[in-house]
């Protein structure tokens, strides 16, 4: 591909990536483009997951430059990348990329060459803080609300690329086996810093293919969601219900937990979320997962959910403000309508599976969100309604689950990257009183 075909298709992608997850849109784009080589697809990708690391500052500059009655340029694919190409490589950059040559995006609209020509002449303007942290400015308050002095590293560790990390399935093999293997692949690993289970692979590196992940000998997770898992604190034997089970990742590390040992019912609304997790279930020679799919406004599918088990686990279905860094656009599709949605969809959750827990059991709330409305103001509200149920500070848990302790020391720990170099996670244990 040249580097005009390269950019339309950052441009169309960036285009696509307004109302899907970036890393969702390429591999469908590239499925139907079996002819951009490895190299095109890297560079692509890269570009593209760029531009949106900068959105906030590039969208700010495009419409502090534009006036209301403009129309164009709007902050679309196209216009974005105009704006990251001025700012680094000048009018010479855009004009050896934007002629329509050799498949690459049309040449300059006047409007374009107006707009290009003031935005020159105002590369210096500062943007606020939240164009140049890369979020909305409606999250501004409650961002600020998480952070307080710290917002500027919080966000600027959300707004890098994440490590690739493994989770060893200990039903197949030992962390210090696969250690070994990726050692003797000349593939760079180290253990991560709190789960026991965890691998940290140097950056770059990209295993889906990998035959210790073919084999189900490990599972790509962040070491948050490892975390998250290993907090649950489950034993061989228990009866658990992952309330919101998705792919499995958790699933399948609370599987190993108990030995296969027990019954781990996993439910979600999404058929195809399931057939995924009982593909992988397989592959890990998992054998004490069941699942199940639900309909969480129909009492009938939730009648086949058990009761009375020892551990809940929701893993909420929240803003994931805590992911950025694996998706770079999730706040800007994220709205003030959506985000309050998903607030009573976790209110219903936990009030759910606080009638499936058995008297001394457990029910564990996780999010990948840092918004305190999602979490503590969520977790307050529940044991408002709910006296007999009380947190268990995580530090007591964390002294037998974790190799080290974490360094927040709140009863419900907010997890981040700068903080503890994982992805957002939020987690808080719960127990019912007998």
């Known amino acids: 591909?040249?580097?005009?075909?390269?950019?339309?298709?950052?441009?169309?992608?960036?285009?696509?990536?307004?109302?899907?997850?970036?890393?969702?849109?390429?591999?469908?784009?590239?499925?139907?483009?079996?002819y951009a080589g490895s190299r095109d697809r890297a560079a692509i990708i890269e570009n593209v997951f760029d531009v949106l690391r900068r959105r906030g500052d590039l969208q700010w500059r495009?419409?502090?430059?534009?006036?209301?009655?403009?129309?164009?340029?709007?902050?679309?694919?196209?216009?974005?990348?105009?704006?990251?190409?001025?700012?680094?490589?000048?009018?010479d950059g855009?004009?050896?990329?934007?002629?329509?040559?050799?498949?690459?995006?049309?040449?300059?609209?006047?409007?374009?060459?107006?707009?290009?020509?003031?935005?020159?002449?105002?590369?210096?303007?500062?943007?606020?803080?939240?164009?140049?942290?890369?979020?909305?400015?409606?999250?501004?308050e409650a961002l600020t609300d998480r952070f307080g002095d710290d917002l500027d590293a919080e966000m600027a560790a959300l707004n890098v690329r994440a490590p690739l990390d493994l989770r060893v399935n200990t039903l197949k093999a030992t962390r210090d086996e696969i250690l070994t293997q990726l050692s003797d692949d000349d593939i760079d690993a180290s253990l991560c810093m709190y789960s026991v289970t965890g691998i940290r692979i140097a950056e770059g590196k990209f295993l889906r293919k990998h035959r210790i992940i073919e084999k189900g000998l490990a599972e790509?997770?962040?070491?948050?969601?490892?975390?998250?898992?290993?907090?649950?604190?489950?034993?061989p034997g228990q009866q658990v219900v992952d309330l919101c089970a998705g792919g499995g990742g958790k699933t399948l590390a609370l599987a190993a937990a108990m030995e296969n040992r027990g019954?781990?019912?996993?439910?979600?609304?999404?058929?195809?979320?399931?057939?995924?997790?009982?593909?992988?279930?397989?592959?890990?020679?998992?054998?004490?997962?069941?699942?199940?799919?639900?309909?969480?406004?129909?009492?009938?599918?939730?009648?086949?959910?058990?009761?009375?088990?020892?551990?809940?686990?929701?893993?909420a279905p929240c803003s994931g403000t805590g992911i950025s860094r694996r998706d770079?656009?999730?706040?800007?599709?994220?709205?003030?309508?959506?985000?309050q949605r998903r607030i009573e969809l976790q209110d219903k959750l936990l009030n759910t599976a606080a009638s499936l827990v058995r008297a001394a059991g457990r029910l564990v709330y996780v999010t990948c969100s840092v918004l305190r409305s999602e979490n503590e103001d969520r977790v307050r509200a529940f044991l408002g309604q709910n006296d007999n149920f009380s947190i268990v500070p995580v530090g007591s848990i964390s002294k037998t689950r974790l190799s080290t302790q974490l360094p927040d020391g709140s009863a419900t720990p907010m997890l981040t990257p700068h903080r503890t170099g994982t992805d957002g996670f939020f987690v808080a244990v719960l127990e019912r009183q007998s």
């Open 94 to 140: 855009i004009e050896a990329l934007f002629g329509g040559e050799g498949y690459g995006p049309p040449g300059l609209e006047e409007d374009e060459n107006s707009f290009l020509t003031k935005l020159e002449a105002s590369q210096d303007d500062v943007a606020p803080g939240w164009a140049r942290n890369n979020y909305p400015a409606w999250l501004d």
């Open 1 to 34: 591909m040249t580097p005009g075909a390269r950019t339309a298709a950052v441009i169309e992608i960036l285009d696509l990536a307004a109302h899907a997850p970036a890393d969702r849109v390429i591999e469908h784009y590239f499925r139907k483009r079996r």
């Open 220 to 235: 790509p997770q962040d070491e948050g969601s490892q975390i998250a898992a290993a907090l649950c604190a489950v034993k």
């Open 62 to 91: 495009i419409k502090h430059m534009t006036s209301a009655a403009e129309e164009k340029p709007g902050p679309n694919g196209r216009s974005l990348v105009l704006t990251d190409i001025l700012g680094r490589e000048g009018r």
């Open 328 to 339: 770079p656009g999730i706040s800007w599709r994220l709205d003030p309508d959506t985000l």
């Open 263 to 315: 019954q781990i019912f996993a439910c979600d609304p999404d058929p195809r979320r399931l057939k995924a997790l009982s593909q992988r279930r397989d592959r890990a020679g998992v054998r004490n997962v069941q699942t199940r799919l639900i309909d969480r406004d129909n009492e009938d599918t939730m009648a086949s959910v058990p009761d009375h088990v020892d551990c809940v686990l929701i893993d």
